[in-house]
């Protein structure tokens, strides 16, 4: 139940035949019989593949880890995910920031990613940050050694005002791996990622690297807990940053299939990563328009 995720229900089949002197007619009927649920089962699993549950309005939250896992939304499908962090310096400086990613289905296996945060530097007021489009890609599901196995490509516009701190003043590219993964009754996601920023590296550095490693599972009922471990390797040029590590977790709670509510703290381990606590929410708000399920699937 990685961050919240509806599971694929479980289907069960059962057969008894007793005895061997079963007539043949019988024998046939029984046997045309198992064909066809087997059958109706194969589409039903092949319906609610790509990392979608049979429920289309069930939550898919990608927060509040830094990670995402390798499932989207329905085909024609909205979902809001926002939140608030609150973070805290070593001088005792605070910032705030309020994301808000839109998730759209585009195909049974291709979402898009609308990001319109909100952010607040220290001393500085509130106002919009950097907009950004991603497309995610499901493109293997149970593979060996990756699993569930997702693209993500995004382009961040440089929209924010960098002067108060809310933008980098760059355009940025960028692309997100994927893997995710079921160990038990936990859902677990591994991330690598990179950015290519344009300007000369005064503002942003130029290159920028990530990884993650995030976890999800049930504790009791619609109580859930997310963790996840992640970091940011050292970047160089005029605005270069040390290696930054840091812990997040905090509970998740299923309010209904199709909201899901979250809190935690993120915990620097290393580097310049701010202490910081966050709470938000994600809410499916169903079906808007048609749209095709077979889509762009792969063979």
């Known amino acids: ?48 593949a790509w990392g979608q549950s049979a429920d289309p309005r069930a939550v898919q939250p990608e927060r509040p880890t830094v990670a995402t896992h390798a499932g989207n939304v329905a085909p024609g499908s909205l979902e809001i995910e926002a939140g608030v962090e609150a973070d805290r310096f070593d001088d005792g400086s605070h910032a705030l920031g309020v994301p808000t990613v839109l998730k759209f289905g585009v195909a049974s296996h291709v979402q898009l990613n609308v990001a319109l945060p ?53 355009t940025d590219l960028s692309l997100l791996l994927i893997s995710s993964h079921s160990v038990g009754p936990a859902a677990v996601d591994l991330n690598l990622g990179y950015t290519r920023r344009s300007g000369d590296g005064s503002a942003a550095p130029r290159d920028a690297t990530l990884w993650t490693a995030a976890a999800g599972f049930p504790l009791r009922g619609a109580l859930g807990m997310a963790v996840e471990l992640y970091g940011y390797p050292r970047t160089t040029g ?25 809190a935690g703290v993120i915990v620097g381990l290393s580097g310049p990563q701010p202490d910081a606590i966050y709470a938000g929410l994600v809410w499916n708000a169903g079906r808007l328009w048609r749209a095709e399920r077979a889509g762009l699937l792969l063979p």
Not at 238 to 262: E, F, H, K, N, Y
């Open 118 to 170: 909100l952010t607040r530097r220290a001393g500085s007021s509130i106002g919009a940050g950097d907009f950004s489009l991603g497309l995610k890609w499901h493109l293997l599901d149970g593979a060996p050694l990756v699993g569930d196995f997702a693209v993500l490509p995004s382009v961040k516009f440089a929209t924010g005002a960098s002067n108060p701190g809310r933008g980098t003043g760059t």
């Open 238 to 262: 005029p605005a270069g940053q040390p290696s930054t590590v840091a812990l997040l977790g905090g509970p998740t709670l299923l309010v209904r299939p199709w909201l899901a509510l979250d």
């Open 1 to 48: 139940m990685g961050k919240g995720r509806a599971s694929i229900p479980e289907v069960r089949v059962q057969l008894s035949l007793r005895g061997s002197g079963t007539p043949r007619s019988e024998r046939e009927l029984a046997r045309r019989w198992v064909l066809h649920r087997a059958a109706l089962l194969s589409l039903s699993l092949a319906s609610s």
